[in-house]
Every structure is written in C-alpha cells, then in structure tokens.
C-alpha cells in the first residue's frame, strides 16, 4: 500500500469539485491560465466572468502569498472559452506537491484541452535583463531530484500513464506561435526561450547556487510551475509558459543587489500589459480540438 500522504489528488475528490463547478455556469473552458506573482491581471482580461473565491470551491487550497488573488475566473478570452486561476498554491506554503497541483487535476475534467502558465522568476542567463519574457522550453525538476514529484505515489490511469514523457513537455507549435506573436508585436527585444528550474523555495538563492544553476543550464530560477506542467503533461493537456525575468539573480560576491518579492510585483506591474498582449493575441490564433495551432 502507498502511505496516505503520497497518493496523490485522488480522482473522485478532483471530480466532485469540478462537477460543483460546471453545475453553477455555463462555461465549458477548453483554455486553462495560471497567473504568477503580481501577474493576475491576465484574469482581468476576460469578459462575461463568473468569479469564485478560491475559500468557497469545496476541496480548494487557499492563497497565502501577496500578488496571489485566490480567485478562480471562467469567462472567454477573444473569444474562446477559459478559466483562470488568478494566484496558484506553492511548495513554500506549506502545501503537499500534490496538493498545489490538484487544480491541474481539476482542469482537465472540466474539460481543459491547453493550459498557459506565467511566473516571475530571477534571470540566471547574463544575456537576460530585468523585464524579459522568457518563453519556457524545458524545465529542472530541482525538488524531483529528492523525490519530491507530483506524481509519487499511487497511479491514477484514469489521469495518466505511471511514467509519463518529459521530453516534449513544453508545446514546440505553441512555443513557435509566441515566438511569431512577439516579433509582431514588436517584442523582439525583450523576448527569450530558455530553461526554467524550480527551488522549493520560499528563501531565495544563494550566490553560490545562482552560479551553480547556471552552469547545469538554467536560465531562469523561481519556485513554481514545474509541477503544474508534470501534472498537466500527464493528463494530457498541452502546456504553454512564460517567465517574466522580474530580477536578475545575484551571481557576484560584490554585488549589493539583494532578490526580494517588492521587486518582483513591481516588475509584473511594469511588463503586465505585454505580457497580457502576448498571451491573449496566442488565445485569439489558438484552434481548439484539431491540435493545430
Ligand atoms: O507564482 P510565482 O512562481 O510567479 O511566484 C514567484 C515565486 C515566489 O512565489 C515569488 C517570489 O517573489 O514569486
Ligand atoms: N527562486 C526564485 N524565485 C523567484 N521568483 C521571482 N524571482 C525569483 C528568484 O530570484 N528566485
């Protein structure tokens, strides 16, 4: 027998909730958002909205970090229709991985086919600058390598396979729509794709670890998202991300910059509208159920 705390988000708990919300509206989301840090203003953007209080949907998680509404928001986004977690769970609060990820669980079985994820994160790459949007096209799993995976524990077939690909996590055709979308809209400049490493957090890095992830090919550190898209991946859904390079991690001993989260929403506030142009200009080009883009 698996030990309790590992089994994961279980099927009837995922569908019970999900019923309770597709039996109060009529939005089908077949679009999925998480909004990081200081980036809820994504959710802002969709019309005809039917709001819950993360407080009020039977077996949600609540958010405890500044920059994170706890608002779950179904509305359509040009058109297409969505629902968007304005402020995600993290390892840090205290929550099992698991359970920071069950709202991945929930997406898929209201009938989520794509899901988009933002975070803030610290630029490890020399190249990046604070205000950068880094398409995201490949992850380390820094808490997986100490066994700490969404998915340990009992398998659920219903949601997926035991030992799901990683390799194709992140959407090549939906990396190439962003890529597209931000040359047109004139954001060449500021417009990355590189590797997102996730930390457990909520300490930031050290001098020594910023350098250290670095060199094992990060280019960006933050403390979410990985296991989202794992959870995501596995139950089938395609997965888009973007980091927003909020601060540049502090990689010199002589440095007087010191990461803190002031800096990391006041960065959200200043690139929040291009990020929002970026992502809903990809949501207006996006096809649904022929997966094609
Ligand atoms: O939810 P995200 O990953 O955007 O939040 C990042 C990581 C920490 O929660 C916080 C640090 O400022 O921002
Ligand atoms: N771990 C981590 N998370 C972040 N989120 C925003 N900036 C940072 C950072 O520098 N490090």
Redesign the pocket.
Known sequence: MFPESTTGSCYEECKSTAEWLLAQMEVRPLLGIVCG?GLGGLAEMLKDQVVFRYEDIPNFPQSTVRGHAGRLVFGTLKGKPCVCMQGRFHLYEGYPVQKTTLPMRIFKLLGVEMVILT????GLNEDYKVGDIMIIKDHINMPGFAGVNPLAGQNDERFGVRFPCMSDAYDRDLRQLAQDVGEELGYKDFLREGVYCV?G?PS??TIAECRMLYRLGADA???STVHEVIVARHCGMRVFALSLI??K?VMDYNSEEK?NHEE?LQTGKQRAEQLEELVSTMVARIEHNNNSV
């Open positions: 840090s975070n803030a994160a610290g930390l957090g930031f890095e550190v933050g403390m909020t601060n991690a990461a990391v």
